[in-house]
Structures are given as structure tokens and as C-alpha cells.
């Protein structure tokens, strides 16, 4: 029987200026992405091991590919969602939207990175 997956795998979030971007997030999650070039595209990795759950995904500078705060929102999970703001705000983004109790399911809030994104933190 084969094992059940979130349908969702892998993400790719567009920049403009891949060093800015690449430096914002390592900031504000504390982790180091890895650049690498396919083809026509400019990504940087986000950590990611096969054995573990949720979805990998990249920042990725290519033709196409256009930073923008009305489409499809990304939320990364972090153990405080406060401090986390605080970093955004430091490495040049913007909170959209401060933490918000979502009941049972945790918290959420919603920031602007340095390329023009809307993405979203969540915890618990």
C-alpha cells in the first residue's frame, strides 16, 4: 500500500534579486539555502531531507516568474511567531498582519518579503 502524502510537495517563490531574497530568509528563519542554477533558472534551496514531512521549495529568479502579494500564499511553520516578526522587520520586509489566534489550530500572521511576496507564519 503506498504511504499517503499532503498533496502538496514542493513550492518555488519568485524574486527579482536573488541575494536579497536569499539573505532575507536565511535571516528570518535561520537557515542557510543553497544556490544553484538549472538551466535558465536561478534557485536557492531551501533545507530540506527526504525523511521528513512537509513540502521543499526554492526562491527562484527566472523569466516567468513574478513576485507578488495577490497569488498563492506560502505559510511556514515556526516556534514563535513574534520573534520571527521582529526578524522579518529587520531584514527589510513588512508585517501585513500581526499574530492572529486561529483557534485550536494555532496561530498565524502575514509579512511581506523583500521581493514583493505576501507569505505567512503559522505555530502553535
Not at 536565511?26 to 534557485?43: A, I, S
Not at 492572529?100 to 505576501?118: K, L, P
Request: charge should be negative; hydrophobic fraction near 40%; proline fraction near 6%.
Amino acid at each position: 500500500m503506498a504511504t499517503q502524502h499532503y498533496p502538496v510537495v514542493w513550492f518555488e517563490i519568485p524574486v527579482n534579486d536573488l541575494p536579497r531574497a536569499q539573505a532575507f530568509y536565511e535571516q528570518v528563519f535561520g537557515r542557510d539555502l543553497q544556490l544553484q542554477e538549472m538551466g535558465p533558472l536561478q534557485m536557492a534551496f531551501f533545507p530540506m531531507q527526504e525523511e521528513d514531512s512537509g513540502a521543499g521549495g526554492a526562491l527562484v529568479k527566472a523569466e516567468g516568474y513574478v513576485p507578488s502579494q495577490t497569488g498563492t500564499v506560502v505559510y511556514f511553520s515556526v516556534a514563535d511567531i513574534n520573534e520571527t516578526l521582529e526578524r522579518v522587520k529587520a531584514g527589510g520586509g513588512k508585517v501585513l498582519s500581526p499574530k492572529t489566534s486561529i483557534g485550536e489550530y494555532g496561530f498565524i500572521a502575514h509579512c511581506q518579503d523583500t521581493e514583493g511576496n505576501r507569505i505567512a507564519l503559522h505555530s502553535m
